[in-house]
């Protein structure tokens, strides 16, 4: 079977604003925005909680996208796998955010790691499930493309019967019309 692999990438930016409350004390304050490089679509956010829900969010639609010819309860499963691995990078990642705060290098370097961990096991859970289903050639519905193609084949299928039916009713008519020796 082939497996298409799709790439989703994700450009993040923060904004830091340090000021003093009404107390006098000095706060620091992170804000930033997200995109999704490919869609181009765009969150500013002031809690990771909002990144993390909108890299779900397009992540999600790619995996749709790449199992949309299998059932809904097929795609439920597949979904729930991949979220359960978000779950544990919504754990990890507030952390991580902050060592990287204090030393960008490594931080960053932690986060590459953490995404390659991430996308191994969601293409691992996904090719294992893949495995599980039956035989989806069995099952495949026919596309758009498929139906229109039948359509167009069964209409000149049809109009080719009424012409043929036509030059039979003509003959018939022709013999009933001609003289019997």
Request: glycine fraction near 4%; hydrophobic fraction near 35%.
């Amino acid at each position: 079977m082939a497996k298409k692999d799709e790439t989703a990438s994700f450009v993040l930016r923060f904004n830091q604003k340090i000021f003093e409350n009404e107390m006098g004390e000095s706060q620091v304050q992170w804000r930033g925005n997200i995109r999704h490089v490919q869609g181009g679509d765009e969150k500013r956010f002031s809690e990771f909680d909002e990144v993390v829900k909108f890299m779900q969010s397009k992540l999600a639609d790619l995996t749709i996208s790449a199992i949309e010819d299998k059932t809904p309860e097929e795609q439920k499963g597949v979904l729930a796998k991949s979220f359960d691995l978000w779950k544990r990078v919504a754990v990890d990642t507030p952390k991580m955010v902050l060592e990287t705060i204090k030393d960008p290098a490594k931080g960053v370097a932690q986060i590459q790691t953490q995404i390659n961990q991430v996308s191994d096991a969601i293409g691992q859970k996904f090719e294992s499930t893949l495995d599980q289903l039956p035989d989806l050639d069995a099952l495949r519905r026919a596309s758009k493309e498929d139906t229109s193609a039948i359509i167009k084949k069964l209409d000149a299928l049809t109009l080719s019967l009424e012409r043929l039916d036509e030059k039979v009713e003509q003959l018939k008519a022709n013999q009933d019309s001609s003289p019997q020796v």
